[in-house]
């Protein structure tokens, strides 16, 4: 009788689960890493659009004679509605709604109307002042929301925002003294 003898590795529990656990953080790392490098793109792409955005919104305005301030602010609305539906479409394959379209309605009206007075704006105040306006924009939304809804907010990051609006305003003086302009708020032409 010839007996063939295999060496047979026996796996205990414990290996089974550390094998599972190795595997599955290779899984998460591989999942975490692609999605970094995803936000990383997506952040990226979002900075350099506003920033092209505001050159050639600044570049607009500056043109001699531009009295289509209106017409502007309607595009970039029409703009942001049709990117809104196209993300929509892209994420979910549908349009979900999550309120009334009064409430959207309401919304969209405010939106726009702050838009047109922000740009309606740049025919009293040069465009880099607008800009240090609409970054210290947070400063009423966290009052707002302290008093309304009785939202706290720790001392560091009043101070974080109140250094920022500083380096802001700052920056806007310096930059205003070395161009020889010395209207606050005011456009050098």
């Not at 500056?62 to 209106?70: A, V, W």
């Not at 704006?121 to 040069?126: A, H, K």
Request: aromatic content about 12%; glycine content about 6%.
């Amino acid at each position: 009788m010839d007996v063939k003898v295999t060496n047979v590795q026996s796996k205990t529990p414990v290996a089974d689960v550390l094998e599972h656990e190795t595997e599955n953080n290779i899984v998460e790392k591989d999942t975490m890493e692609k999605s970094t490098r995803q936000f990383m793109s997506y952040a990226t792409g979002a900075i350099l659009s506003a920033l092209l955005f505001a050159v050639l919104q600044e570049k607009t305005y500056t043109i001699e004679g531009f009295t289509y301030g209106g017409f502007l602010t309607l595009l970039t609305s029409l703009t942001y509605c049709c990117t809104a539906f196209v993300q929509q479409l892209w994420l979910h394959g549908e349009v979900r709604r999550k309120a009334s379209v009064m409430d959207y309605a309401k919304l969209s009206m405010l939106t726009m109307g702050g838009m047109y007075f922000t740009n309606w704006s740049l025919n009293y105040i040069n465009y880099p002042t607008r800009i240090m306006f609409k970054g210290s924009k947070v400063v009423p939304v966290m009052i707002t929301s302290a008093i309304m809804l009785g939202k706290q907010y720790h001392a560091p990051f009043w101070i974080v925002i109140l250094l920022r609006i500083e380096h802001g305003l700052g920056t806007r003086l310096w930059s205003m003294r070395m161009h020889s302009f010395w209207y606050p708020g005011l456009s050098s032409s």
